[in-house]
């Protein structure tokens, strides 16, 4: 007897703890009177839908560094006080990889630990200022990558894909252009002709990597062992030649259906890149890409008052104020930025937003050097809104290795990128594979010098 009056008890402990009841029914002394109260009085339950918003706080922030397909890749994997809830979110900055792991690691684990994942915002606006100088890469990588971590979690939260969180779909799936490099024009034409044939109807052509750096003899500047052994070298003449007729090249061999872009990867003067561009105009380019380094942003008047080539622009912009003036002046077409340095998800959509006022459509940055966590952050963006232009896959497609290291990464087929519908970002990390693959120093390889040794700005 004694035993079931304990049980009695317990149980409607537990009730009344479920109901959110106990100090009413402390105060009502019986449980028979919790019955009696009114509807007005009587708490309503909590809907399910509405039990999803329980605070959860984050427990521990980590990088994770990996190369697996070459280019270094670093991943936040924010865990939190819930078993088993976790996002990953991309921060890769290739060449500053283990800087981006000090950042990570050392400062923004401290910042987040035990705070509320829900509140991406107030997360995103307090980690920007929290270091008083603010507003560059590295630091803004960590930041991204925190962003989206938030956003994967609040996906797995909601029981949602990221897409849906931010509006729905769009669009049926993601067009996206991949890119046809080769050493000749040759070369370059053969690899259009083979990516049209597996359904691909925008292809980045280039010849000779960026500014043909690939066609270059040898430099005055390596006579003289000026620089490093690794400094790269552009003769900006040859390419300012080679760039209109690789595109008379492709078109006459490649035919008409299919859009062509090219990257200029701000290497030119910036009168030579618009002048080169204006001799494009008959090849009808989808878009050119990067025509002048942030620098130089006033030239963006005289070209838009010389050319009508579509302009793609903004991969080496660190915030979204960078892009105000320029798209009320309507110097671009098309946003190109990194969203795993301009801010991660939440900066991305305002960006979007911004562009949706001035019909300057989106491209996000996605070569081979964005993890497949920001492949798959950019394609849930891409979904969700309506100014959407075209997708970059640098890669052309995602290979074996990178594919088990992150079960999830997107697909590629029929010149559309795919994601699935998991809740969240819908990427996984397996770290077991992920730590087979160093990360490499990433120092040298990116500076570009011309004839007489003065190094170029990407
Ligand atoms: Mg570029």
């Not at 890149?273 to 090849?283: F, Q």
Request: glycine share 10%.
């Amino acid at each position: 007897m004694k035993e079931e009056k304990n049980q009695f008890n317990s149980d409607r402990r537990n009730l009344l703890k479920t109901l959110g009841l106990a100090s009413a029914a402390g105060m009502a002394g019986t449980f028979g009177n919790v019955s009696d109260l009114s509807a007005s009085t009587r708490p309503a339950s909590q809907p399910d839908y509405a039990k999803a918003v329980a605070p959860v706080r984050i427990r521990s922030v980590k990088a994770i560094a990996t190369a697996p397909s070459g280019p270094n890749l670093i991943v936040v994997k924010i865990e939190t006080t819930e078993p088993g809830l976790y996002g990953l979110g991309c921060a890769t900055f290739t060449q500053r990889a283990a800087a981006v792991v000090t950042a990570i690691n050392g400062y923004l684990n401290d910042f987040c630990v035990g705070k509320d994942v829900d509140n991406i915002e107030d997360m995103w606006q307090s980690f920007y200022v929290s270091s008083y100088w603010r507003n560059g890469p590295v630091l803004n990588n960590a930041l991204s990558g925190m962003d989206q971590a938030l956003w994967d979690i609040k996906g797995k939260r909601a029981n949602m894909p990221v897409y849906q969180l931010l509006g729905g779909k769009a669009r049926f799936s993601i067009p996206c252009y991949v890119h046809a490099d080769a050493k000749t024009a040759e070369g370059v034409a053969d690899n259009v002709q083979r990516l049209m044939s597996e359904g691909y109807k925008h292809i980045r052509i280039q010849q000779g990597l960026y500014g043909a750096t690939q066609l270059a003899q040898q430099p005055d500047f390596k006579d003289a062992k000026y620089g490093a052994a690794n400094d790269g070298f552009m003769d900006q003449q040859s390419y300012i030649d080679s760039v209109p007729k690789l595109f008379d090249f492709v078109r006459k061999k490649c035919g008409d259906d299919v859009e062509l872009c090219h990257d200029i990867h701000e290497r030119l003067e910036p009168m030579d890149a618009i002048n080169m561009i204006k001799k494009l105009e008959d090849y009808r380019p989808l878009f050119l890409e990067d025509p002048f380094s942030p620098e130089n942003m006033g030239w963006f008047k005289q070209l838009r008052q010389t050319t009508t080539v579509p302009i793609a622009m903004g991969e080496l912009f660190n915030n979204i104020n960078e892009f105000r003036e320029p798209m009320v002046k309507k110097w671009f077409d098309y946003i190109r930025c990194h969203i795993s340095q301009i801010g991660g998800i939440t900066q991305a959509m305002k960006i979007a937003r911004l562009g949706e006022w001035f019909n300057v459509r989106t491209i996000w940055h996605g070569p081979s050097d964005t993890s497949p966590v920001g492949h798959a952050a950019n394609c849930h963006v891409d979904l969700a809104i309506w100014n959407f232009g075209l997708q970059e896959v640098g890669g052309g497609n995602f290979t074996d290795k990178l594919k088990e290291v992150f079960p999830g990464c997107p697909s590629i087929g029929k010149g559309y990128v795919n994601i699935n519908d998991q809740p969240g970002l819908g990427v996984d990390i397996n770290e077991k594979e992920a730590a087979k693959y160093p990360i490499k120093s990433g120092r040298g390889g990116w500076i570009v010098r011309k004839r007489d040794g003065t190094v170029i700005r990407p």
